[in-house]
């Protein structure tokens, strides 16, 4: 039977190294989407919403990217708002699409809504693709039920397995369905107009190709290892997780960068520590495959469930910059102004909100999905859950000391100076009983 396929964009915004494209050229006629959700934007789940102003403003140059490099390949890119569910069940009754292609994501909502039009189509042939990861599902080094409960394990599998070569761009794509109307699609009021962002991502695969390069042009990846954990400079670590996480780039076009580069300049521990974040990156995704919503849990995968919990003030307060440590201070103005924030300075600021604030360890990664720029549901969560003592972590939570890191990273002051990072007073104006503090 013809297939007349529908290419849901997600995270896979590139059209290099893209199985489901690749995939797709089989195809009788080809129709390619990407949805903006509402639900996005509302202030559901701890009381905030997923998507802020940072990574929403590099989605939107990633999708203009994409829709450039789709028409060079003879093809539109329409953007539709609304939820998925709906649209796409509607989409393939009015055109008699019965092909769904899109990118393998582990995310608990995304699978959900996959069932949900699979329950409302039947009929519809549904294929995903691992496009987002290093390894797909049939080649990971262990099954998903199987994956190693800590990184260690995993990490040990992975290091011996081949990863697949970067697939070249499709020739050419098959045409849109004759029928298919162009729909004048207006864009709908709920979806925010932001100032211009003060940050130094823009989203694209164009883009994401060119910091490729750049970086590894340099002779910073030599120096990797004893950079990463700097709290600022563009050169210390290699930036590229917002490029990553919406699939401008791949993590399998990252990895052969990475070999090329020590084909000429030589592998050291740096260049392997590049690899082993990138594992990480892969465990994170395969262990939320495995655990699902446990990923959201207040106990996580501990035993227990972690002795903090939720005070408005303090939250506030650690959120905007007015806690009584100028460190953390200056790395939550750092990412509130940019949406990006160091590995380093995201370890000292979720430590803080977990030991010092004792606040519920899930409203900080809420407040990181709503503000990171390169934010992934899998490690968000996954780091958090490490942090506060209930994921993946043998060791059991961490505990950074402010002071020692901020004679470690910050001797001089220079970035608390940067970020405006002062001791804004005492943290709770009331005392537990509601009196207030004098
Ligand atoms: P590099 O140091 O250059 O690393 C290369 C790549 O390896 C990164 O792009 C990323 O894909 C991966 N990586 C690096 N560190 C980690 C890590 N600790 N865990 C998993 N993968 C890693 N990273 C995200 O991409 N999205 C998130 O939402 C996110 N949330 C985090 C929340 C907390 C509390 C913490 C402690 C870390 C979080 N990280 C997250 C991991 C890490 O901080 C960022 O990946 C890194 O800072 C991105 O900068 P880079 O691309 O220069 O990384």
New binding site residues.
């Given amino acids: 039977m013809p297939l007349h396929s529908l290419y849901w964009f997600t995270q896979d915004l590139r059209i290099t190294d893209n199985q489901a494209l690749f995939a797709s050229q089989n195809s009788e006629t080809l129709t390619c989407i990407y949805i903006v959700d509402p639900r996005k934007f509302k202030a559901l789940r701890w009381q905030l919403a997923s998507l802020g102003p940072h990574r929403w403003s590099f989605i939107q140059d990633s999708l203009s990217d994409l829709s450039a490099q789709l028409h060079m390949l003879g093809q539109r890119l329409h953007v539709y708002y609304g939820e998925p569910e709906t649209i796409i069940p509607r989409l393939c009754h009015q055109y008699h699409l019965n092909h769904l292609i899109c990118t393998r994501l582990p995310g608990s909502d995304e699978k959900r809504q996959l069932r949900t039009i699979q329950a409302s189509l039947p009929q519809l042939k549904i294929e995903q693709f691992d496009n987002y990861t290093l390894f797909e599902a049939e080649h990971l080094p262990c099954s998903t039920e199987t994956l190693p409960e800590t990184f260690s394990g995993f990490r040990r599998q992975a290091e011996a397995a081949d990863v697949k070569e970067p697939l070249r761009q499709a020739d050419s794509l098959p045409l849109m369905p004759k029928l298919f109307a162009l729909p004048a699609i207006q864009r709908p009021s709920w979806v925010p107009i932001h100032p211009s962002c003060n940050t130094s991502f823009k989203g694209g695969e164009t883009e994401a190709q060119r910091h490729l390069a750049k970086y590894f042009s340099g002779t910073q990846a030599q120096h990797y290892k004893a950079s ?1 954990n700097e709290l600022d400079g563009w050169q210390n ?5 917002a490029w ?2 919406q699939g401008c780039l791949s993590p399998r076009q990252l990895k052969f960068s990475l070999n090329q580069y020590e084909q000429s300049h030589g592998e050291n521990d740096s260049t392997r520590w ?1 690899y082993l ?2 594992l ?2 892969e465990y ?1 995704q395969w262990l939320h495959s495995k655990i699902g919503t446990r990923l959201f849990h207040f106990k996580g995968l501990a035993k227990n469930a972690p002795l903090t919990s939720f005070y408005p003030e303090r939250f506030k307060k650690w959120c905007h910059g007015q806690t009584p440590y100028p460190l953390v201070n200056a790395c939550m103005n750092e990412l509130r102004t940019t949406g990006y924030l ?2 380093r300075g ?2 000292i600021v ?1 430590s803080c909100l977990v030991n010092e604030l004792s606040l519920d360890w899930r409203y900080g990664a809420a407040w ?1 999905e709503h503000q ?1 720029i ?3 549901v899998a ?2 969560w996954g ?2 859950q490490y ?1 506060a003592g209930v994921g993946v972590d043998p060791r059991g939570g961490r505990h950074f000391n402010l002071e020692k890191q901020t004679e470690l990273y910050d001797p001089l002051g220079q970035y608390r100076k940067k970020w405006g990072g002062t001791n804004a007073g005492p943290l709770d104006s009331v005392d537990a009983a509601d009196w207030p503090i004098i």
């Fill in positions: 990463r670590s290699s930036k590229l997780s990553l996480n590049l974040e990138l990480w990156r994170f160091s590995n995201r370890q979720a990181f990171l390169d934010y992934d490690i968000n780091n958090w942090i």
